[in-house]
């Protein structure tokens, strides 16, 4: 990641600006070269993203403000540096605490399997600690500009402030990895004993559609998931398949501070509820960044072709249909979980993630809400993304909107089928239905006349 300024097209590791990381590493360098193409990534570095050259507004840039002001501070402890107090004002639990001990991030040298990184997050906020690192890693969702990165220096200052990283950051955070647009990566690796991923034994991208045995690979993992298996809390000498048995001790560990020295972090814990809820919403903000570019890049282009060819402002282009119908039903198919895999066997926590989780959202007026969670079958209860709520989903373009809500319509009436449509049952549609139009004003004005 790096300071902020205009990027140029396109970016190559020769003209990254300096930043507090030692370098990254030149594996993912030469991926992030090789894989996707150049005008993909830099797409949003034109108009009317303008990624950027455009002034964010979320919940770190109004507590950047704030501190400007003198309206709030941070107090820096010596162990945590400012992670608490960063905490405490952008109202992210600790018990949201899941750690990873793979090399994959920005301070990847200070990261093993003894010094594992620690990410919190709420539903628009991570934010990343290393023990010993130089900087605190915080990324967030931005309504407009989908997933904006900042460091904020773990050295006591007068004045701290949270810089914004551009270029750096999206080596890794702006590629196909990524859908084409800034974003998240959640990655299940095989890590050898001092956290380096094996590369020739391959990685998943984890989220809704992941098998629980693909998952967790470089990451600790703390709860109870009975007969089913995960890729938590080992290391390997050796590609998978070359080693002569499986490790299966890392398996249903309720803590996990007995792998490593975990004083100096707030909890000794990898929340197993917690990595899934990460799973899903990391996945779910990058979609829903990709919809809200790709839409508002088609309509921009559609304007500008109006123009050319004298048509009425409003005319609507076939390829814009395309786009914005594309758009909306990956919304769908992200918000119902379509082809999310049955859980192999209840999963249980081992904090309090899941209690404080469930309270965090509205319900409908027999205390039904979409952030209900099952854990006997499926994550939640009523498959429906919580992130529907979000700034990010109220944010897209009017008309993405609507088309989102038909497809939803036709899904929850039952209209709608296909390979890729959810399967839900009647009662299903029905409670989804009820539950929306009970706490979200622009559904019940969509879905209300059923």
């Not at 906020?125 to 997933?147: H, N, Q």
């Not at 089928?417 to 029905?430: D, I, K, N, V």
Request: hydrophobic share 35%; glycine share 8%; aromatic share 8%.
């Amino acid at each position: 990641m790096s300071p902020h300024r205009p990027a140029s097209p396109p970016r190559s590791p020769d003209q990254r600006h300096s930043s507090p990381s030692r370098g990254v590493p030149l594996a993912i360098v030469w991926v992030a070269m090789t894989a996707a193409p150049l005008v993909a990534v830099d797409s949003f570095e034109q108009p009317p993203i303008s990624y950027s050259e455009s002034r964010p507004s979320n919940a770190i840039s109004e507590l950047n403000d704030r501190l400007a002001r003198g309206d709030a501070s941070l107090v820096f402890d010596r162990s945590l540096g400012y992670l608490r107090s960063v905490l405490e004002l952008l109202h992210v639990p600790i018990s949201s605490q899941t750690l990873v001990f793979s090399k994959t991030s920005l301070q990847q040298r200070h990261i093993t399997p003894r010094n594992p990184r620690a990410i919190y997050f709420n539903d628009e906020v991570y934010v990343g600690f290393v023990r010993g690192g130089d900087v605190l890693e915080l990324s967030v969702a931005d309504p407009r500009l989908g997933t904006v990165f900042y460091t904020l220096d773990q050295q006591i200052r007068e004045r701290p402030a949270f810089v914004r990283q551009t270029n750096d950051c999206l080596i890794c955070h702006g590629g196909s990895q990524t859908r084409g647009v800034p974003g998240h990566i959640v990655r299940s690796v095989y890590p050898d004993r001092s956290g380096q991923p094996i590369f020739s034994a391959g990685s998943h991208r984890v989220d809704d559609t992941t098998p629980l045995a693909d998952r967790w690979g470089g990451w600790y993992v703390s709860g109870r998931h009975g007969d089913a298996a995960h890729l938590g809390n080992v290391t390997y000498r050796k590609r998978p398949e070359e080693e002569d048995e499986r490790d299966t001790t890392g398996l249903n560990q309720m803590d996990v501070s007995g792998r490593f020295d975990s004083s100096g972090y707030l909890s000794p814990h990898s929340d197993l509820v917690a990595l899934t809820v990460l799973a899903h919403q990391t996945a779910a903000h990058t979609i829903l960044a990709k919809a809200s570019f790709e839409s508002r890049m088609a309509i921009h282009r559609e304007a500008a072709l109006n123009r050319e060819l004298g048509e009425p402002a409003d005319h609507r282009w076939p390829s814009t249909n395309t786009v914005l119908d594309s758009a909306a039903g990956a919304l769908v198919d992200c918000f119902l979980f379509s082809g999310a895999p049955a859980l192999p066997a209840p999963i249980e926590g081992s904090t309090t993630f899941a209690e404080e989780f469930v309270k965090r959202g509205p319900a409908d007026g027999q205390g039904r809400a979409l952030r209900m969670l099952d854990l006997e079958d499926r994550l939640f209860r009523h498959s429906c993304s919580f992130l529907i709520y979000s700034k990010s989903f109220d944010s897209l373009p009017e008309e993405l909107r609507r088309r989102f809500w038909e497809k939803m319509r036709g899904v929850l009436q039952g209209s709608e089928t296909g390979r890729r449509c959810p399967q839900l049952s009647p009662a299903e549609r029905s409670v989804i239905c009820d539950i929306l139009v009970a706490t979200k004003p622009e559904a019940a004005c969509d879905l209300g006349n059923r």
